[in-house]
C-alpha cells in the first residue's frame, strides 16, 4: 500500500512538472519493487528530470520493470540494447526483449522486431516474419509499421512487387503526418509506379515531408521549383529549399546549390 501512495505521489509531482520530488517518490517506490515506478524513474533518468541525466541508471530501472512483464519496459529495454544506450550494444537481446513486448502486443516493439526480421539484424533474416510483424502494428494503426509494409510491396521483399499495395500502405502512413512515406508517396507519382503521375500531387507531398526536415524530401522540392514541376518555377523557393538540405549535409543538394 504505501508503494502505491509514493507512486502516486510521484505521478501527481511530474505531472505538476516538479521532477525532484516526482524522483524522491518515484525512487522510493521503484526501490520497494513497483514497476510503474521503476519505469517512472528510468523516465526521469533518460531525460534528466530532477536529478541528473543517467543512461545506466535509465536502463537499469527499464530492466526491473522489464522482467516484470511490463511490455513498455521490455520495448524500451529493447532499444536500448539496439542502440547501446546505457548498455552494452547486443542486436540479440533487443530482439529477444522485442519479441516479449510483441507477444503482449506492443505495436511499437512489432515495427522494431519487424525491421530486425526483415534484414537480418539479432535475428535470422525472415521476410515472412516481418511481414507479418509488419501487417499486425499497421492494421492497429502504426504509421512507422504502415510504410514498413508499403517499402516491403515496393521493394519485392518477400512479396511479388506490388505498387498499388505499397502505395495503399503509404497513404494510410502518410495521412498520419510519417514523413518518410510521404516522400515514398511522392517519388511514386513523380514515376507513375502504382498510380498516374501526378507532379502536383508529388510536390504537395515532398512539402509535407519537407517541412518535417526530411532532407530527401527537400531536395526534390527544390527541384520541383527549380524545375517548375507541379509548382509554379521559382528560384528562389528552390535555393531555399537546396539550402535547408544543404545544412543537413545532403551532398545532392549541395551539388545543385553549386550549378544555380
Given amino acids: 500500500m504505501v508503494h502505491a501512495d509514493n507512486l502516486s505521489e510521484g505521478v ?3 505531472q505538476a ?16 519493487g513497483n514497476p510503474k515506478a521503476q519505469i517512472g524513474l528510468a523516465k526521469l533518468y533518460r531525460e534528466g528530470k530532477g536529478v541528473n541525466k543517467d543512461l545506466k541508471k535509465a536502463t537499469y530501472w527499464t530492466g526491473k520493470a522489464a522482467e516484470q512483464g511490463e511490455a513498455n519496459a521490455q520495448y524500451n529495454l529493447g532499444l ?10 547486443d542486436e540479440a537481446k533487443a530482439a529477444s526483449w522485442y519479441q516479449k513486448a510483441v507477444d503482449q502486443g506492443d505495436t511499437s516493439a512489432m515495427v522494431n522486431l519487424g525491421s530486425m526480421t526483415r534484414f537480418g539484424r539479432g535475428v535470422k533474416q525472415d521476410y515472412a516474419k516481418a511481414k507479418t510483424l509488419f501487417r499486425a502494428a499497421a492494421e492497429k494503426n502504426n504509421a512507422m509499421a504502415q510504410f514498413n509494409l508499403g517499402s516491403m510491396y515496393s521493394h519485392a521483399h518477400g512479396v511479388k512487387q506490388d505498387y ?25 507519382y513523380i514515376r507513375g509506379q ?11 507531398l515532398f512539402q509535407k515531408a519537407a517541412n518535417q526536415g526530411l532532407a530527401d524530401a527537400q531536395v526534390l522540392l527544390g527541384e520541383a521549383y527549380e524545375l517548375g514541376n507541379g509548382v509554379k518555377q521559382d528560384r528562389e523557393e528552390a535555393i531555399r529549399w537546396y539550402k535547408k538540405a544543404a545544412d543537413q549535409g545532403d551532398k545532392d543538394a549541395i551539388a545543385k546549390l553549386k550549378k544555380l
Fill in 194 to 204: 502504382g498510380v498516374g503521375k501526378n507532379p502536383e500531387t508529388a510536390a504537395a
Fill in 17 to 32: 512538472g516538479d521532477y525532484k520530488k516526482a524522483f524522491e517518490f518515484l525512487q522510493k517506490s521503484a526501490n520497494q
Fill in 12 to 14: 501527481k509531482h511530474f
Fill in 80 to 89: 536500448a540494447y539496439e542502440d547501446g544506450r546505457g548498455i552494452k550494444k
Fill in 164 to 188: 498499388v499495395e505499397a502505395n495503399k500502405w503509404y497513404e494510410l502512413s502518410a495521412k498520419q503526418g510519417y514523413a518518410p512515406a510521404q516522400f515514398n508517396l511522392g517519388l511514386h
